[in-house]
């Protein structure tokens, strides 16, 4: 066969847009969950029965954006988008279905039923973090969009208004697991 | 209505019918195989279908390298680990699974560990890790329930930890189910009658949970129309052929449904018992069954209303007014278990099933700790899940 026959024109258009949107999307999930653990009863609840030290990594296969988080003496702590040799990693199979979860256009149990996430690690676990991401969601959206994508949505009370006040303008710029003893 | 997405597979070969068994070795041949490991337990090998399998391999190339017959009813990693070992000692190459859900799930973990060559099937723990292709396995189901032989699942316990781990790929699946209407003649009446709701509630699951696709649900409300029409005669009348691979053939497209549509609520109260307090697996879905649809009617009751046809047949449906439809499939589900508890003793309460009130709590945490609440049309908390519980315990 001529070697002419064929093209090697084609390659895969950068995704800039996306990409951007899905790191920032975890990074944003990442310090929101640091501070749910320490300002939300029900996600530290949750965090607390997590084995200690502890690594969870949010991916995009295979060299797409990555979320790490790491429990060590009991705290929650976002640490960076450096892949790493996690105790459970929860893997998006493309950009695509990942941008589909972090663009709220799908939820966490959707993605995973059109299988467009993949597990590693213990099952049990993976249900309580996602549990925790759910928790985390319904303070990070309007109940617009809450409502498309969690199954329940708590009503916003004052006490709510609060932990989402301190999560959105602390947690999230500045991270508050450092603060995790003062706070608690 | 179709998804906007889904996904669907299944490989698997069906051998189904008279004598089906006689072709396990010309399977494995087939298959490249010719020393299989068969996983079975001790009731398989009392009930003698293990000889009828041993007699299949007269005059074949394919020999019997080794047989494990130990196979608890709540297989541990422990015992997958330990099988694992007899395969690598006795040098096979395949795995045939003879049995209920249990030997088929433990079987299909031993492939996991002999392929991936580790030695403790805890370090492969996840959905959709494994990245290569298993040993050739054959199914050989001899319960019609779990579905087993056309999943993509095995289940077994972590005994330290008390709850019962999934293992999920799409390699789990057997290359050839093999159905024989021998293989499930001599199941004990209650066992047929659990494993038939087992079956029922893949099926009703599988039309209900969120992984719901046009392919499974042609699969579920098959299943549950078979069911409808043969499980009692299956139970009352053992001997009857008919109603028995007609409960087998049930068994296997409930199974496909779920395997592509995923469970929820039901099993994961299944679950959380079975772990903590070992009811088997197909009485904990016979009690929860009416619950969870009860529990789901607010969310999915169009779908339930929809599934009255295959559960109570034509004259039912067409005199029920549409909106009375979906409750009266939930009532359709309770008669069914009244009458099964009537026939044959199986238990529809926790209390029936022997579960100590006190354990409730544990197994309701249990519950929300297992995967299938995320395919659950509704969310499913632990104040859900204990409420349901307790309304199980003693309802009668």
Redesign the interface.
């Given at each position: 066969m001529n070697d002419e026959m064929v093209s090697h024109r084609w390659k895969p258009r950068k995704k800039r847009g996306k990409t951007f949107m899905v790191q920032a999307g975890l990074f944003l999930l990442g310090r929101a969950l640091e501070a749910a653990a320490v300002l939300d009863p029900d996600v530290r609840r949750e965090v607390e029965g997590w084995k200690d030290p502890m690594t969870i990594m949010l991916h995009v296969h295979s060299e797409g954006p990555t979320m790490v988080l790491k429990k060590q003496d009991g705290v929650l702590r976002y640490a960076g988008s450096s892949p790493v040799d996690a105790d459970l990693t929860i893997f998006f199979k493309n950009l695509e279905s990942a941008f589909l979860v972090f663009s709220a256009q799908m939820s966490s149990p959707q993605g995973s039923a059109e299988h467009r996430v993949s597990l590693k690690g213990d099952a049990g676990q993976a249900m309580s973090l996602i549990r925790c991401m759910e928790t985390t969601q319904a303070y990070l959206f309007p109940k617009f969009i809450a409502k498309n994508v969690l199954k329940k949505v708590p009503p916003m009370t004052l006490k709510r208004a609060g932990v989402r006040a301190a999560i959105l303008g602390v947690g999230v710029p500045i991270g508050l697991g450092r603060f995790a003893g003062l706070v608690r | 209505m179709i998804?906007s997405?889904?996904?669907y597979y299944n490989p698997v070969k069906v051998v189904a019918g008279n004598k089906a068994v006689d072709n396990l070795p010309y399977e494995l041949e087939q298959l490249g195989a010719k020393r299989p490991l068969v996983v079975t337990d001790r009731g398989v090998v009392g009930a003698g279908l293990m000889q009828i399998v041993a007699d299949a391999f007269l005059g074949q190339e394919a020999v019997l390298a080794a047989v494990y017959e130990d196979t608890p009813p709540d297989s541990s990693v422990e015992v997958v680990n330990e099988v694992a070992r007899l395969y690598k000692k006795n040098k096979c190459d395949s795995i045939v699974g003879l049995g209920g859900g249990s030997a088929i799930d433990t079987a299909k973990a031993v492939n996991i560990v002999v392929t991936e060559e580790v030695d403790d099937l805890i370090t492969l723990?996840?959905?959709?890790?494994l990245k290569k292709e298993l040993k050739p396995f054959i199914a050989i189901p001899t319960t019609a329930g779990t579905g087993s032989e056309v999943t993509l699942v095995a289940v077994v316990a972590d005994t330290k930890r008390g709850?019962k781990?999934?293992f999920t790929s799409y390699y789990l699946l057997p290359k050839v189910a093999i159905l024989d209407p021998r293989m499930t003649l001599t199941m004990p009446p209650k066992i047929t009658a659990a494993t038939g709701m087992d079956a029922m509630t893949h099926a009703v699951e599988a039309y209900t949970?969120?992984?719901k696709n046009p392919l499974s649900d042609a699969h579920a409300t098959a299943a549950i129309a078979l069911i409808r029409d043969n499980i009692l005669t299956a139970v009352k009348k053992g001997s009857d052929k008919a109603a028995r691979f007609a409960m087998a053939n049930a068994s296997l497209l409930a199974g496909a449904a779920f395997s592509n549509a995923?469970v929820g609520v039901v099993h994961a109260l299944a679950h959380g018992v079975g772990g903590v307090c070992h009811v088997p697996h197909g009485v904990g879905n016979t009690i929860f069954l009416p619950f969870g649809m009860e529990f789901n009617l607010d969310t999915v009751g169009d779908l339930y209303g929809e599934l009255l046809l295959p559960l109570a047949g034509e004259d039912v449906y067409f005199n029920t007014p549409k909106k009375n439809r979906p409750a009266r499939a939930v009532e359709a589900v309770r008669d069914l278990n009244r009458q099964l508890n009537k026939a044959c003793g199986l238990p529809i309460t926790l209390k029936q099933a022997g579960v100590p009130l006190d354990k409730l709590e544990d197994a309701a945490n249990a519950a929300?700790?297992?995967?299938a609440?995320?395919?659950n049309p509704?969310?499913v908390?632990y104040e859900d899940a204990l409420t349901i519980m307790k309304a199980a315990y003693d309802w009668l």
């Open positions: - | 998804p997405y889904y996904e723990m996840g959905a959709e890790v709850i781990m999934p949970c969120i992984q995923m929300v700790n297992d995967g609440v995320t395919y509704r969310g908390d």
